[in-house]
């Protein structure tokens, strides 16, 4: 079973970055896809970006593209969430997430952190 811990998040000003970090047990992690998806008060969770298991093909949903990098280093199973120009928009709980297939459908990810909460102010 692999389990997820969420960090990083934090209370910044609007055109500000934040880097966030995804640790994973085991070390069969390497072969899943690393997913992050956030979460704001009473709106459903919504997919933010995903990377392979070899760190080769990203994708990203349109409001992040440009703005957020998502990278993953298997020898230490970690998956990573760079946020560049943050916008108050993008405050949300943070969450990562794992699976060998890839969806943006939360209900389809077996694995889940407890999430790291992101707070954008102007």
């Known amino acids: 079973q692999v389990q997820l811990v969420e960090s990083g998040g934090g209370l910044v000003q609007a055109g500000g970055s934040l880097r966030l970090s995804c640790a994973a047990s085991?070390?069969?992690?390497?072969?899943?896809?690393g997913l992050w998806f956030r979460q704001a008060p009473g709106k459903e969770r919504e997919f933010v970006a995903a990377?392979?298991?070899?760190?080769?093909?990203?994708s990203y949903s349109d409001s992040t593209k440009g703005r957020f990098t998502i990278s993953r280093d298997n020898a230490n199973n970690m998956v990573y969430l760079q946020m560049n120009s943050l916008k108050p928009e993008d405050t949300a709980i943070y969450y990562c997430?794992?699976?060998?297939?890839?969806?943006?459908?939360?209900?389809?990810?077996?694995?889940w952190g407890q999430g790291t909460q992101v707070t954008v102010f102007s």
């Open positions: 997430a794992a699976g060998r297939s890839l969806t943006a459908t939360p209900s389809s990810y077996n694995y």
């Open positions: 990377v392979s298991w070899s760190d080769t093909s990203t």
């Open positions: 085991g070390r069969a992690f390497s072969t899943y896809y």
